[in-house]
C-alpha cells in the first residue's frame, strides 16, 4: 500500500496544483445549490428532507465526474510520462488504484463541502438526518463507479476530449439502463430475468434505494463490483499499451 498512497499523494497535489481543482469545486457547489434551491423547488415543498439536493446529483456527476477521470491516463500518455510511471518500481495494479483514490477522495471532497446545505436544511426543520447521511454514502458511491469508469476510458487514448466523451457516453448508458422507457424497448422480446439484469446495471436504480435511507449489501456489492470491474479493466489497457 506503500506505493499506492505515494501515486494518490501525487495525484492530489497535481489536483490542488492547478486551478482545475478549484474551478471544479466552484462549479459542483453552485451547481447543486443552483438545482436544490431553484429547479428543485427546496421551499416550495415544504419538507425537511435533501430530495432536492440528491434527485440531481446522477446527472451533475455524468459531465463533472468524466471531467475529473478523463485526465488521470490521457494526460500521462499526452505527455509521455506513463512510460517513466510505468518504470518506478511499482505495479500497473497500485498506479491504477493510486489514481482512482486520489480523485475519488477528490470528488469526496467536493461532495463534503456542501455540508452548509444540509445544516441549512436541520435549521429550517427535523430532517431524518440517517436518511441523509445514507444518501450522501450512495452519492460517493455513484461517483466512485463513474470515475472508475471515466479512469479506465482515459487509459484508452491520449486524447482527454474523446476520454471525456466516451466516459459521458458510458456512464449515460449505466444511468439510463434502469429507466422505464428504456427496458420497455427490451420487453417485448427479452425475458425477464435479462430485463432485471439490464435494469439492475443501472446507477439509479442502486443509488435511489441508498438514498431512500437503506444501505442494503446487495447496493453495495453492485457499487464494488462496477467499481473493481473497470479498475480491472483499466489495468488490462494499460498492459497491454506496455507490451506495444
Known sequence: MKNVRTIMRRELVGYFATPVAYVFIVIFLVMSSAFTFYLGGFYEREIADLEPFFRFHPWLYLFLVPAVGMRLWA???KYGTVE?????PLTIGEAVLGKFLAAWLFV?????LTFPIWITVNILG???NGVIVAAYVGSWLMAGGMLAISEALSAVTRNQVVAFILSVVVCFGFLLSGLPMVLDLFRAWMPQVLLDGV???????????ISRGVIDLRDLVYFALVIGFWLLANRIVLELKKAD
Open 199 to 209: 435494469a439492475n446495471l443501472s446507477f439509479l436504480v442502486h443509488f435511489n434505494s
Open 108 to 112: 469526496g471532497l467536493s461532495l463534503a
Open 75 to 77: 494526460e500521462e500518455r
Open 126 to 128: 427535523n430532517p431524518d
Open 84 to 88: 517513466l510511471l510505468l518504470t518506478l
